[in-house]
């Protein structure tokens, strides 16, 4: 029996993952759960899994969630709040798998905390390396944490490596289903809605990360990513369009030959495989079928069209904390694309502009990364008036 704590369980990814618990309750046990502000979800998560102890963002949500709790049966958890209460639930000693499935940037410290504790992480907050991939790794190394990927692409490029040599990898090529706009210019992009971005045509994905996919930047900071897990120049790694999701990624080795991932579009593998490995765990998806499906086609991207992904590899080329200011330039102009007060094809434009700004700075220490994250942000709103 594995005890698992999900950090951001109420999100996709979390609640995703409270799907695989519930379908092998006798594989595994929820330890601790965190959440954001969801309450009404993380009281029913809390009546169905009972976990020992719970964290959320702040004391008022905290006081919400005392309140819902005082009407439910049978034992309650210990709640805590904040990032320090976050960060103990991280790294409870009871735990086994750490989830790490908070959105964005918040999830950094979080996930840090599990590795520091020798937790195996299933890693589904790309965030985290993209800021500080070098210090995750080595800390790491260093403690005994196995870092397992939950994006289904690092998912598909961890599973195809297993039982060979390094040496023998020639580069990988992340896949990417395009989002809702492939095909589009820039020009017939600059009037598009938030709803029409969130129409991700393969994904049930949080809002966040569906903008994401429909600028590419998922698929840059997947690059980022990349190259902090599997240790590989930015050369090493490409990326095609592939419209239907099916084959998750490739491993292309020294002799020519490739190894792909194949699946449906549903990040319950994934997830699966990060809980049970080095095991795999019966009927986690549904087979694909494979006489009835559509031809799988590839493209490159377009990157005049989606400038988002060229940014990432500049940032990733630049290095230092320029990939923590490329992260967080995007969510701050993310958010103001959803709040309706910047068009979507300015998020790219803000992100160059703070990126132009920034002189990169060595990125070995996290409160350098984190200045750098908050600096950005701030840059990044006094941009927003220049547009």
Same mark, same amino acid.
């Given at each position: ?67 819902g ?30 989830i790490s ?33 070098d ?5 790491? &190394?260093?403690?005994? #944490?196995?870092?397992?990927?939950? $994006? =289904?692409?690092?998912? !598909? %490029? ?84 592939h ?28 997830? &699966?495989?990060?809980? #049970?490995?080095p095991?795999?765990? $019966? =009927?986690?998806?549904? !087979? %694909? ?25 500049s ?43 920034h ?29």
């Open positions: 029996m594995k005890n698992i704590v999900i950090l951001g369980s109420t999100g996709s990814i979390g609640t995703a993952t409270l799907q695989v618990v519930s379908a092998y309750p006798d594989r595994f046990r929820v330890a601790g759960l965190t959440a954001g502000r969801n309450v009404p979800l993380l009281l029913d998560q809390i009546s169905v899994f009972k976990p020992e102890v719970v964290a959320v963002p702040d004391d008022d949500t905290c006081a919400e969630l005392k309140k709790l005082s009407s439910l049966t049978g034992p309650r958890p210990e709640v805590l709040y904040g990032v320090e209460g976050i960060c103990r639930v991280a790294e409870m000693t009871s735990a086994h798998v750490v499935a908070i959105v964005g940037s918040a999830g950094l410290l979080p996930t840090l905390c599990a590795v520091r504790s020798g937790k195996t992480v299933g890693l589904a907050n790309k965030e985290t390396l993209v800021m500080a991939g210090i995750v790794m080595s800390e790491a &190394a260093a403690c005994g #944490s196995v870092i397992i990927p939950v $994006d =289904s692409e690092h998912s !598909a %490029v961890f599973q195809c490596l297993q039982g060979h040599e390094r040496k023998s990898l020639a580069r990988i090529i992340l896949t990417a289903s395009g989002g809702p706009f492939i095909g589009r210019t820039h020009e017939e992009m600059k009037d598009v809605t938030p709803d029409d971005a969130l129409k991700h045509p393969n994904w049930s994905m949080g809002r966040k990360i569906s903008i994401d996919s429909a600028t590419l930047m998922n698929k840059g900071l997947e690059v980022i990513e990349a190259c902090r897990l599997f240790d590989l120049p930015a050369q090493e790694i490409d990326v095609l369009i419209p239907q999701s099916i084959i998750h990624s490739m491993v292309e080795f020294i002799d020519g030959s490739l190894l792909a991932q194949l699946s449906r579009p549903d990040m319950k593998g994934p997830i &699966a495989y990060a809980l #049970s490995w095991e795999r765990l $019966d =009927s986690v998806m549904e !087979a %694909v079928p494979w006489a009835d499906l559509a031809p799988l086609t590839f493209q490159g991207p377009d990157r005049e069209a989606f400038p988002c992904l060229s940014l990432a590899y940032a990733l080329e630049a290095g230092g904390t320029m990939p923590a200011v490329l992260n967080a330039s995007n969510e701050t102009a993310v958010q103001a694309f959803l709040d309706g007060i910047v068009r979507f094809t300015d998020i790219p434009a803000i992100i160059k502009k703070v990126m132009d700004s002189a990169p700075q060595r990125a070995d220490d996290i409160a350098v990364i984190l200045e750098a994250d908050r600096w950005a942000r701030e840059e990044s709103k006094i941009r927003f008036a220049g547009l």
